[in-house]
């Protein structure tokens, strides 16, 4: 029996994992909210229309990257 448990504390909680991946989901929509906001806001500021689109891609590139920095961190 003691074996057992020894075995269960090597392999990584099922809890710990679903809230990694939550954080990830965060952490992408986050970097696309913020970037939709500073967009909006330098838009509204200069009088265009088009730096908010540049902005929600910008807060798409950095959310991914992010993602995959600690999709490859977690891996190790």
């Known amino acids: ?4 448990d020894d075995d269960n ?3 990584p ?3 710990s ?3 990694k991946a939550f954080e990830l989901g965060m952490i992408t929509a ?4 913020v970037g939709l906001l500073a967009g909006a806001a330098l838009d509204r500021w200069l009088h ?3 730096i908010t689109l540049v902005g929600v891609l910008v807060g798409v590139v950095a959310g ?6 600690r999709a490859l ?3 190790k």
Do not use: D, K, V, Y
């Open 1 to 4: 029996m003691a074996e057992r």
């Open 9 to 11: 504390r090597n392999e």
């Open 13 to 15: 909680r099922t809890s």
């Open 17 to 19: 994992l679903i809230g």
């Open 30 to 33: 986050a970097s696309i909210i």
């Open 48 to 50: 265009t229309q088009w």
């Open 64 to 69: 991914f990257i992010e993602m995959i920095r």
């Open 73 to 75: 961190a977690m891996s």
